[in-house]
């Protein structure tokens, strides 16, 4: 049982595993083993979330969960599918708890005395570069 935070543990049974031939090199190991593990896990009816904690995964990982809402997860750098799988519990526990930490309140800044006039003198600058490229007409 994945332990997320000391609140949230998700059961091993919301967490569905499947196995497929790894990529790369290996000899004839790769061509006849199935060691790449993918998990995948039901983020939409997973009755261990709430429904705050849904959205907020749901918006903050939403390059990693499919349309049908389940989040996947491959894992095939090891030679053994045990391995793999530990490592992918491991990434989605990684995952989970980045997703639901709160973002540090951002402090609102006012720009610098320097950086404001180094903008302006980059502007006139520029402005006098473009200037110089202008056709003079002289009648």
């Known amino acids: 049982m994945p332990v997320i935070t000391p609140e949230l543990h998700i059961p091993d049974r919301e967490l569905l595993f499947t196995v497929s031939r790894s990529r790369g090199p290996g000899g004839q190991h790769v061509n006849k083993a199935s060691t790449r593990v993918t998990l995948h896990f039901d983020l939409v009816r997973s009755p261990s979330l709430t429904s705050e904690q849904k959205k907020l995964l749901g918006n903050r990982l939403a ?37 639901l930490q709160e973002a540090p309140p951002r402090r609102p800044t006012r720009p610098t005395r320097s950086s404001r006039e180094r903008r302006l003198r980059k502007k006139k600058h520029r402005s006098r570069l473009k200037r110089q490229r202008q056709r003079k007409d002289w009648l």
């Not at 997860?73 to 990684?94: D, I, P, T």
């Open 63 to 99: 390059q990693r969960i499919g349309q049908d809402g389940v989040l996947q997860l491959s894992c095939g750098r090891h030679r053994s599918q045990q391995a793999n799988r530990r490592e992918a519990v491991a990434r989605f526990v990684a995952l989970l708890r980045a997703g």
